[in-house]
């Protein structure tokens, strides 16, 4: 005869005691796969350990969330008034890390209502669809992209920086001007893509023997950039 279990208030629980070890373990494994992928292929300099932390707790919690709903209309919406109290006011600073989390809720709710072959699957796409993005570098619009910033001394040629900045780029436009207080050198900020056939420093070694020109910094601005 199966095994009936029942809470402390003597309503009935949707799963028996090794289908609630399993889904957390399910649950543990899936975040963890999860916060993996994630630190493998992140980029920039957003990375946070915590939010990766974040990852396998989201992923948990939402499991025992929903075995603690089951079936009960009355419990989901009680859960939703106590979360509703909750604020988060912790900032993304990467929109890819909401995917995650999305992520982390989904396969979590998959896991903690013992649909193990879709949390197995869904594991899997999620993973591989992140590393085929990783390594395709999709919707990148350049694959060799830069911000060129450097100092122009107004009495000088400017003609001399424009054609260095041609014969070394495919593509160029000027993003920022700002004068000196004295009114002497300008500060440029360009964004450009190098040729083919040209590296980073034949373009900063070009810049750097001008005369009129100083302080050549070249960004690599491969994801978002602040300039």
Same mark, same amino acid.
Request: with cysteine.
């Given at each position: 005869m199966e095994n009936i279990l029942l809470n402390p208030e003597g309503n009935l629980l949707n799963y028996s005691n090794? *289908?609630?070890v399993v889904n957390i373990t399910a649950a543990i494994l899936i975040g963890i796969i999860l916060?993996?992928?994630?630190?493998a292929t992140h980029k920039g300099l957003s990375y946070s350990q915590s939010f990766c932390? =974040?990852?396998v707790f989201v992923t948990l919690i939402v499991a025992l969330i929903m075995m603690v709903i089951g079936g009960s209309l009355a419990r989901a919406f009680a859960l939703v008034g106590a979360l509703s109290i909750i604020r988060f006011r912790t900032v993304l600073k990467d929109t890819k890390d909401m995917s995650y989390i999305f992520g982390a809720l989904a396969l979590g709710m998959a896991a903690g209502t013992s649909n193990y072959f879709l949390a197995a699957i869904g594991t899997f796409s999620v993973s591989l669809l992140a590393f085929f993005l990783h390594f395709t570098n999709f919707g990148a619009v350049y694959k060799s *992209?830069?911000?060129l910033r450097f100092r122009f =001394? !107004? !009495?000088g040629n400017s003609q001399a920086y424009l054609e260095a900045i041609n014969e070394?780029? &495919?593509r160029s436009? $000027?993003?920022h001007m700002e004068p000196s207080a004295d009114n002497n050198n300008l500060s440029l900020t360009y964004d450009i893509a190098l040729r083919d056939?040209? $590296?980073? &420093?034949d373009l900063t070694q070009s810049l750097g023997a001008l005369e009129d020109i100083s302080e050549v910094v070249l960004i690599a601005s491969k994801n978002d950039v602040d300039y």
């Open positions: 090794i *289908e609630m916060s993996t992928v994630y630190r932390q =974040t990852i *992209e830069f911000i =001394t !107004q !009495q070394n780029c &495919k436009s $000027l993003l056939d040209m $590296l980073a &420093k």
